[in-house]
């Protein structure tokens, strides 16, 4: 399976926009596409941010639904915004459980 980091990138920053905070996971195996959300989301978003990410994360998990390989796509090549892609990598199926690997994050749904 694949898993795509994304990370939260505060615009106004002087940093670059790796530094951020890894807020969402998008997790894509045969069974199609999995989103999680890190729990202390609200937290590491500015107020000036939530809104616009509350939607973004509910326009993803309903489009993940009928378009999961284009979506992963779109998810893995980010670079502008205020969520930018991390990193994205394969995990050998049965490994170890999302849920264990990340237990800060929780699938949205």
Do not use: H
């Not at 890894?22 to 000036?48: E, H, T």
């Not at 849920?99 to 994050?105: M, R, V």
Request: with cysteine; net charge neutral; aromatic share 8%.
């Amino acid at each position: 399976m694949q898993v795509c980091k994304l990370k939260y990138w505060c615009q106004n920053s002087m940093s670059r926009p790796t530094s951020g905070a890894v807020i969402l996971l998008a997790v894509k195996d045969s069974g199609g596409l999995s989103l999680y959300a890190c729990r202390s989301l609200i937290q590491q978003i500015p107020d000036r941010d939530k809104t616009y990410i509350d939607d973004l994360l509910m326009d993803l998990v309903l489009r993940s639904k009928n378009f999961p390989d284009e979506i992963f796509q779109q998810l893995s090549n980010l670079s502008v915004g205020p969520i930018v892609t991390d990193a994205v990598g394969w995990v050998q199926p049965g490994e170890i459980p999302i849920e264990k690997a990340y237990p800060e994050f929780s699938r949205c749904i």
